[in-house]
């Protein structure tokens, strides 16, 4: 948060009534609006609502997967199936629900926070959005191939991905190419903006966290996209057109395949959480009316976790086999990690202290994203040191982990986000009722779903698999109605968001929280269809 | 616009520009922003291309990445000069030899020697039994693997058949020999290592080849 | 959020509670095993420790929070004080993580060394992981080789029997090793990436097609330890458990000794049987037991398979016409793209079989018979 920004009054405070109404009848309407729009707030929401139904695609494949694993014994799919349910839940994930909510996120907010009238590249900002339904139908079609969709995981392992695959992994490589493509130039156009299209006195170490953390992660997205797209181009081309990458008969080797991977899925671990370091950072400050403790060092903090992301990848592959002293190395550069990540939550919570504390439905997603991303986070430490690693690697305890850091972090992030400015965007309050009935229900689901994953991990339940031993049983009941509980609890928020478009609810303020500091609430609710053409001036 | 390029330059450094104080100048035209952002976006695509690049060129670095570290266990593919180096009697290595077919590959395969002590720097000789007993001809690829791979660095082979592809005519059967010596510098926590030959057929992958291979094949 | 701090808390002290009371052999359903060997107590002891301290740090850090959110509420007119930060706070909270980080690496570094021990072991096994079964071979008794097949009923799966006790954690032939001294295992893969684990024994390690890997143990007390394969194979991942039975070194020499005998003397009958013509009835007898065993779970009990991947046997060429009868048992044989090779593991009268079995089941009523000498002169290019 900067020291005192202010805008330009010509622009938006006092005419800001009369300049929404000049524009209003710009807007294109109909389906054309929608698909030939390049308003940062237009695709903003396009991806925001394309990544809730990914979301509820990706959580119906996950209530599959719990309805299989609710008691022992073949219940409703077969292995094949649960696999593709397993992988294709994965990418959903991952690449259509996390990744675009915070796309849409840096596109509604990015520009608002730091002066600029829309993104630096709107109508490249136009495409990175619209080819992504495609990458997704593709991908969602394969399922429908005789044979079935790819079920060697979100992860795609060699040989498995290459000569053990059916042909659904050509769908599933090229709707990998383009969900990269989509995500590189989203990256590239929120660079150039942060880069070039910042107000006058909007300096590096004045914009708010989020823009930051979003910078951040763009360079992160521009690094390691290009990688996944090599090695998913070496999977195509091992499987069809002979080579050997990953062959050892030709003189390849499979576990080469896993350190490409891991190259890129380090990073890609920290493109889902770094952005929700940011909302975080701006939401305990104004709930707390009180400045975020340790700008700077929140700063530090998450350029370091990026650095450290190159070089902790083969810490998801120490049962591969390798030399101790490569082992040793991953350990202490994984550990270290945890330096940079422990100064940030006590950062959240030196700024809780002593501040002057409500209990809105943001600072709710918050300060439970604040306690369970931590436990996730905890839980990554244990599975650094790789001697028991070798116990916990490939079991319910990982999943359990990457659980806590993705859904009660990064997800509950952008839940928290989105009720944090959806005010700001419709111009009126959401359902509170509604709001805490979605928190509550989550909430405690979520936990009912993943905490006893860490029970069944650590007492030697493998993951992926479509059945399991009888001692695993009783967990895992609970856990598959906790996934169902949460399943429910997101159609809370399904109805939540629908009547908040169709902007029920008690008109609010410019500021709408009263804490709230930063560009994006000194313009009108709701923010109007171009703000800050006229970039305002921060001092 | 001297500021301006001043965030430019900084902006180069990303996470190290944080410093930075500058401003935008309030007045720059819509179009001196479109050149500015073609500008970094130029750059932004340079770093993607490159980095795909880079993804291809893990491969080769992947390899010599394992070359220094002896990450994967793969010995050299080429063959070594024996250095006449001093041998050293006061350590006996023992080494294991394995021999596996894939599956799917019909030759019978063993070792004549399932196992020889050497001392670090002494030259030894062994051999491997081969014999195609199906009714087409075959060619065959050796794939080594040392564990513990550290060792795989320390292993030099002056003659070895996995340098070469392997044809087996039908019915034909052969000694194949590999050549090898112990580096001294073997680290003193090593005293016995494995070494894993598994016979690939890959007749279907070098098919045009296979002709030629046969003729040289009968000519020995 | 206070209310489920504490069931939180209160969930992670029953977890180490009842670790506690976990001794070394039992088997605890919430936590990690203390195992039989000094390394997996090594590893579980860590385990605690790093639990420990994350529990520690976790409980002073929300602690301090919940503190907060109960004391600096507006409702309870709190006023936000107006620090934004302190340089010596900062300072100290990345500096203590650190120590504290260093002291958990030093006793990981301990056991880590300890785990890689390469020195020379006096068992060594050969363990092959292929789709969906183990192979074993005892590199010091060569004679003694065989592979390890799930052995839980396919109606048990299906929900038609009751499941039994080790339900999915029992195989046809378990792996034996001695107690009390060092067995190394060399671990490789014959299609795609396996993962050898057996939980007891705090070992796990990857088994990638072309490379060997090692891992070593030492078990301190006779008895059966059960684990399972941990790296997603692909279809039936979670349907190839492992079995060791850990025996007294002189039992396990009996044992052993007695697999040589059996091994020669199943050579023996294996060459008495290429010269024997069996029934039709004896053939197909035989031939749904080993198809049952090794070809179901792909090409399913209705010989229907699962297509494209698994095709279907009903009503193929391959099996129905007769000039395809060598192609059948080439594929059975050597396999052929996601069909894997069985050559190895089944016998030369046990192909007869099940080819017999597949030309006259479910309507392939072709009255072909194919005996273990047809098998033979195959292998032998005749």
Known sequence: MSTETATNTQDTHADGQHHDEHHEHHIPTGLSRWLLTTNHKDIGTLYLWFAFIMFLVGGAMAMVIRAELFQPGQQIVNPEFFNQMTTVHGLIMVFGAVMPAFTGLANWLVPMMIGAPDMALPRMNNWSFWILPFAFLILLSSLFMEGGGPGFGWTFYAPLSTQYSNDSTA???????????????????????????????????????????????????????????????????????????????????????????????????????????????????????????????????????????????AHHMFTTGMPVAAEMFFMFATMLISVPTGVKVFNWVATMWRGSLTFEVPMMFAIAFIVLF???????????????????????????????????????????????????????????????????????????????????????????????????????KWISIGGFAFGLSQLIFLVLIIKACKKQGEPVSDQVWEGAEGLEWEIPSPAPYHTFETPPVVK | MTENNNTQHQQQGLEGSEATNSVNPSHKTREQIAA?????????????????????????????????????????????????????????????????????MPWEFTAQTAEVRVHPGEMSEVAFFVRNPTSRDIIAQA?????????????????????????????????????????????????????????????????????????????? | MKRISTLLVSAMLALSNSAIATTAAERSDVNLREGVTDISAQVYDLHMLMFWICVVIGVVVFGIMFYSMVMHRKSRGAKPANFHENVKVEVLWTVIPFIILIAMAWPAAQTLMAMEDTTESEVTILVTGSQWKWHYKYQDNPEVEFFSLMATQREQIQNKFEKGENYLLEVDRPLVIPTGKKVRFLITSDDVIHSWWVPDFAVKKDANPGFINEAWTNVNEPGIYRGQCAELCGKDHGFMPVVVIAKEPAEYEAWIKAQELAAIEAKAEEQRLLALNMSMDELMTQGERVYNTACVACHQPNGEGLPPTFPALKGSAIALEKQNIPAHIDYIINGKNNMPAFGKQLTMSEIAAVVTYERNAWGNNTGDMVQAKDVNAFINGK
């Open chain 1, 171 to 313: 769908l599933f490589v090229f709707s990998v190419h383009i969900m990269g493509i989509s995500s590189i130039m989203g990256a590239i156009n929120v660079v150039v903006t942060i880069l070039n299209m910042r107000a006058p006195g909007m300096t590096y170490m004045k914009m708010p966290l989020f823009v930051w953390t979003w910078l951040i992660t763009a360079f992160l997205l521009i690094a390691v996209m290009p990688v996944l797209a090599g090695a998913v181009t070496m999977v195509l081309t091992d499987k069809y057109f002979g080579t050997s990458f990953f062959d050892a008969a030709g003189g390849g080797d499979p576990v080469m395949f896993q350190h490409i991977f891991w190259f890129f899925g380090h990073p890609e671990v920290y493109i889902m959480i770094l952005p929700a370091f940011g909302i975080i950072s701006a939401i305990v400050p104004t709930f707390s009316r009180k400045k975020l403790f340790g700008y700077a060092s929140m700063v530090y903090a998450t350029a370091s976790i990026a650095l450290l992301s190159f070089i902790v990848w």
């Open chain 1, 374 to 476: 931590t436990i996730g986070g905890l839980s990554g430490l244990m599975l650094a040191i790789t001697p028991v690693d070798f116990q916990y690697h490939d079991t319910y305890f990982v999943v359990a982990h990457f659980h806590y850091v993705l859904v009660t972090g990064a997800v509950f992030s952008i839940m928290a986000a989105v009720y944090y400015w959806l005010p700001k965007w419709t111009g009126k309050m959401f359902d509170v009722t509604l709001a805490k009935w979605h928190f509550w229900c989550s909430l405690i689901s979520v936990n009912v779903l993943f905490f006893p994953m860490h029970f069944v991990g650590l007492a030697g339940m493998p993951r992926r698999i479509p059945d399991y031993a009888l001692q695993f049983a009783d967990f895992n």
């Open chain 2, 36 to 104: 500015e952002n073609m500008r970094t976006v130029k750059k932004l695509a340079f770093v993607v291309v490159g980095m795909l690049g880079f993804s291809f060129a893990l491969v080769p670095l992947y390899d010599v990445f394992c070359d220094l570290t002896g990450i994967n266990g793969k010995t050299s593919d080429q063959a070594a000069v024996y250095e006449a180096v001093e041998i050293d009697e006061s350590r006996t290595i023992k080494v294991e030899f394995i021999t596996r077919t894939h599956s799917g």
């Open chain 2, 143 to 220: 794939i080594p693997s040392v564990s513990p791979g550290t060792a795989a660095l320390y292993v030099n082979k002056t003659e070895c058949f996995c340098f070469q592809h392997q044809p087996l005519k039908a019915g034909d059967e052969a000694l194949m020999p590999m050549k090898f010596y112990v580096d001294p510098q073997l680290p003193k926590d090593i005293s016995v290592f494995t070494l894993q030959y598994t016979l690939y057929d890959i007749s279907a992958k070098v098919q045009p080849a296979v002709d030629v291979a046969m003729t040289t094949a009968n000519g020995e």
